[in-house]
């Protein structure tokens, strides 16, 4: 009789057990720890502009092919993240450039939920451009075109070596944010 106890005290153990209702646990994202932004200026005789860039991202120059001199990749190791930079002289053809930068940031309207263009001037340099936000999936959230109107147009665009998910990689995007900010309000062009 004492095995037949013990036989469904354990029967019923099991039982009980299995019954409990199981409860996954939320997908979540590993914490990225964001530094204190903090800069330093890129100039150099090679290039015909300056500006400040995160202590934390390095200019990695691009093979120069012909009509892409001067262009220059802004890579943040730590966030695998690449700001790629575009430089183009402008010779007449700058409504022509510009509508090409435009349809560009609007290709990302398929993932984007929303753009947002904020102007940007600069009277002391004789600076003028647009800072776009594309929130949401997108493949690149920030973008950005610097120019003179005269003699350059100077563009970036912000794209991760990861899949685009707008909550796992929103602290690192507000990061660059604040750095492409800098990069715009402290921009120079060189003039020969």
């Known amino acids: 009789m004492n095995k037949h106890y013990i036989f469904f005290f354990i ?3 099991v ?9 996954p646990k939320p ?7 964001i530094p204190e932004n903090k800069y330093k200026e890129f100039d150099s005789i090679a290039y015909p502009y300056k500006f400040e860039i995160s ?6 120059p691009k093979p120069d092919e012909g009509t892409d001199k001067y262009w220059i990749n802004i890579f943040y190791p730590q966030f695998k993240g690449t700001i790629h930079v575009s430089y183009k002289k ?13 349809e560009f940031v609007y290709k990302h309207t398929i993932k984007a939920d929303a753009i947002t263009e904020q ?10 451009g647009i800072l776009y936000k594309l929130e949401g999936n997108a493949a690149s959230p920030v973008q950005f075109v610097l120019t003179d109107s005269v003699d350059y147009f100077f563009r970036g665009a912000l794209y991760f070596d990861v ?3 707008k909550d796992s990689i929103a602290p690192v995007v507000d990061f660059i944010y604040q750095d492409i ?5 402290s921009f120079e062009y060189k003039k020969n």
């Open 11 to 13: 029967l019923a153990s």
């Open 15 to 23: 039982f009980a057990a299995s019954c409990q209702r199981y409860t």
């Open 27 to 33: 997908i979540g994202y590993f914490r990225i720890e």
């Open 55 to 60: 202590q934390y991202a390095k200019v990695i």
């Open 90 to 102: 402008v010779n007449n053809n700058l409504q022509a450039i510009s509508e090409d930068t435009r």
């Open 119 to 128: 102007p940007f001037v600069n009277e002391l340099t004789n600076t003028h």
């Open 163 to 165: 899949l685009p998910n």
């Open 181 to 185: 900010i800098t990069l715009m309000e």
